[in-house]
C-alpha cells in the first residue's frame, strides 16, 4: 500500500446512506449505528424543522431513542434554513462524533445538502435581488435564450456548462461576473469535506415496489392527521416557505378548500413517486457509490452494508 493509500486508511470513516424517499435509509442507519457504534446525521431539509412530523418521515421517536440523531428538530418552520447552515452544522457533528470515536453516518434524501456537506459551497459574492429581478423581468422582452447569450460573452466556460433553460443557474452565475467583476469560473470555488474518508452506500431497491410503498406511506401520513398538523402549523407561523414541501403543500390545498382530501392524496402520492425519480437522477452522478438493489430493511441489504463497513473499518487497522 502506498503512503498516500495507508494516509488516507487512518482517516475517520463516515458512512453516508443515499437513495431516494421511502427506500429504507432510515431502517439501515438504525441498524449499522447499532452494529457500530454510530450516530445519525440528517441529511433532510425538511427534517430540520420542529412540529413537521407527518409530512416528513422523521425517525420515530423510539428510534431516535436507540441511537444519537443529530439535525433533526434544530429550526422553527419559521426560520431560514439553508444549505450553507447545514453544510456548518452537518460538518461540526461529524467531527463531534469522530472525536468520540464513534461511526457517523450521514443519512437522508436531500442531495443539495450533500452536496454542501461533501464538496462544499460556492463562495461568491452575496445575492443580489436588484439586478436578479431585472435579469428575470428581461426575459419576455429579449426572449428565452437572452440569459445564456449573456454569460456566453461574459464568461464562455461557465456558459458551456449550464443548460441554457436553466434560469436560476444562468442568473447567478450572471450576478457573480458582474458583481466580482471577472469570470464567475475564475472565481473562489468549493471548499470539499477534508480530514474524512467516506464510504458511500446507495439504496435502489425496484421501482414498482417503491412507489407502492411510498403510496402506501402517503395514505399513513393523511389517515395519522396530517391536515390537522399543517393546520396547527399554519395557525402558528403563518404560510411559511417551509410548508411548501410535499405532503404539506397538498394539505394547504385542502385546508384552502382548493381539492378535496382524496385530490391531494393522489396528488401527494404523484409527488412523491416524482420526487424519488428525481433524487436517483441526481445520486446516480455521486462518486463512488456501492449500489444495494434492495429497500434497507432487506435482511440481505443489511448484511452487505455490515460487510462493507467493516471491510473499510478493517483497513484502517491493517
Not at 204 to 224: G, Q, S
Amino acid at each position: 500500500m502506498s503512503g498516500d493509500a495507508i494516509e488516507k486508511s487512518a482517516l475517520p470513516l463516515v458512512v453516508v446512506l443515499l437513495g431516494p424517499t421511502g427506500s429504507g435509509k432510515t431502517a439501515l442507519s438504525l441498524a449499522l449505528a447499532q452494529r457500530f457504534n454510530g450516530e445519525i446525521v440528517s441529511c433532510d431539509s425538511v427534517a430540520v424543522y420542529r412540529g413537521m412530523e407527518l409530512g416528513t418521515a422523521k425517525p420515530a421517536r423510539e428510534e431516535r431513542a436507540l441511537v444519537p440523531h443529530h439535525l433533526i428538530d434544530v429550526a422553527n418552520p419559521d426560520e431560514p434554513y439553508t444549505a450553507g447552515h447545514y453544510m456548518r452544522a452537518a460538518r461540526a457533528a461529524l467531527a463531534e462524533i469522530a472525536a468520540h470515536h464513534r461511526l457517523p453516518i450521514v443519512t437522508g434524501g436531500t442531495g443539495l445538502y450533500l452536496r454542501a456537506l461533501t464538496d462544499g459551497l460556492f463562495t461568491g459574492p452575496e445575492r443580489r435581488p436588484d439586478l436578479r429581478s431585472r435579469l428575470r423581468h428581461s426575459l419576455p422582452k429579449r426572449g428565452k435564450n437572452w440569459l445564456h447569450r449573456l454569460l456566453t460573452r461574459l464568461d464562455p466556460q461557465s456558459a458551456a456548462r449550464i443548460h441554457l433553460n436553466d434560469t436560476p443557474k444562468l442568473i447567478r452565475a450572471i450576478e457573480v461576473c458582474l458583481a466580482s467583476r471577472r469570470p464567475m469560473s475564475q472565481v473562489l470555488g468549493r471548499d470539499p469535506l477534508t480530514g474524512f474518508r467516506l464510504l458511500r452506500i446507495g439504496l435502489n431497491p425496484p421501482r414498482a415496489e417503491l412507489y407502492d410503498r411510498l403510496n402506501r406511506r402517503c395514505a399513513e401520513m393523511f389517515a395519522a392527521g396530517l391536515i390537522d398538523e399543517t393546520r396547527a402549523l399554519l395557525a402558528r407561523y403563518g404560510p411559511v416557505k417551509a410548508l411548501d414541501s410535499l405532503g404539506y403543500r397538498q394539505a394547504l390545498q385542502v385546508i384552502h378548500g382548493e381539492v378535496t382530501e382524496p385530490e391531494a392524496l393522489a396528488a401527494a402520492q404523484q409527488g412523491h413517486r416524482n420526487y424519488a425519480k428525481r433524487q436517483m437522477t441526481w445520486f446516480r452522478r455521486e462518486p463512488g457509490v456501492y449500489w444495494l438493489h434492495a429497500f434497507g430493511d432487506d435482511g440481505n441489504a443489511v448484511c452487505d452494508a455490515i460487510d462493507l463497513v467493516q471491510s473499510q473499518l478493517s483497513s484502517s487497522c491493517s
